[in-house]
């Protein structure tokens, strides 16, 4: 399974990215949330397997996770699983 994950640490993205590789998941990494929707369009119109999962932190710079969350769910096209992700 293709997951994303969104996180403008970078520390938190490999650690995040590493893990999922161990579970034989194929991890792509975007540092805002503005990234993870032109990655999630990207993987559609390139004919790429598409995202299903997105592991986003929730506190980031610029559009916060909750934000991006959000577009995300109001476009038709996209429709991967969104889990929030928190240092708190």
């Known amino acids: 399974m293709r997951v994303l994950v969104v996180d403008d640490n970078s520390t938190a993205r490999e650690i995040l990215s590493r893990s999922l590789k161990q579970f034989g998941f194929r991890p792509g990494e975007v540092t805002s ?3 993870a929707l032109d990655e999630l369009q990207t993987a ?3 004919e790429d397997e598409p995202y ?3 592991l986003m932190d929730w506190h980031m710079t610029g559009m916060t ?3 991006a969350a959000k577009r ?3 476009d038709p096209e996209l429709d991967p ?3 929030m992700v928190s240092a708190y």
């Open 72 to 74: 995300i769910k109001q």
């Open 33 to 35: 949330g503005a990234e």
């Open 44 to 46: 559609l119109t390139n």
């Open 81 to 83: 699983h969104i889990i």
């Open 52 to 54: 299903q999962l997105v």
């Open 65 to 67: 996770g909750l934000e």
